[in-house]
């Protein structure tokens, strides 16, 4: 799932692709770079960050939803907003991907009229707060536990299972140890019988090992992604599509889940 965030204030790409049309040409590069689903948000949700009005964040995402929709590719919507959510899948979007988990009043009943994909994600607090004091008797078991209720409020709605992936929420209201926790016991998780989506890419848990500023985490998070797929992890939320798609490439050859004999590269150099 390649991102783009059409916001003047996203944690690492802010501004660089604020305008519909660079972040239309973003997308369309995204899929040449080999995402499989484009991730479209108006709104950071980076610790800290202000709300953004319906307005505006309609203002920013609609017309990108609009020009990429029939590129082919699924279209997913960054959103907490229900308004936003129902706007944004009429103008072609397929997936809604929701840091709140469809707890806002009747965000469940629009994903349900639809035959939308849904990412329930787990967060504590809100993003101006998150990061003030997250606290857990044991993070892995809380997490799972609401990501199972929330499953279960999405199918007792009407929504299928096979429309649903859940995200344990990397840095959504937790320390460097509680995202470290969830990332290492992804198979609590994957054990709950969805995909799994791991958004990890340029996060500041990884700029706490590496030590680097949000663009300069390019290896880092290639680093985090393939763990996170060899965890079990189905959908990688990444900023960096070629640096994915290439590591994910030669780890599937080596791990025997693919022909190598049949895969196509130049192969240049010794
Ligand atoms: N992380 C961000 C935004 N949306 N959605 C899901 N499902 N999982 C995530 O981990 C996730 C997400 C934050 O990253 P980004 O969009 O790059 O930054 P910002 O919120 O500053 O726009």
Redesign the pocket.
Known sequence: MG?I?V?P??????GLYATAGSAVARGRALIDEGADIL?I?G????PG?QPVSLDEERRRTLPVIEALAGCGWPVSI?TRKPELMREALAAGASMV???GALESQHALEIVTRTSAAV?L?HKQGD?QTMQQNPHYDDVVTEVQAYLVQRMEAARRAGIAQSRIVI?P????GKTQEHNIALLRDLSALTALGVPV???????AMLGRIAGRQPHERVHASVAAALFAAQQGARIL?V?DVTATCDALAVWRALAGTIDVSTESGTGSGQ
């Open positions: 991102v965030n916001t204030d996203s944690f690492s790409d802010g991730d948000g709104e950071s949700t980076r960050a960054d991907n929701d840091i990412c994600m993003p995200d929420g990397f840095g959504f989506l791991a958004g990890l890419s340029r996060k939320r900023h």
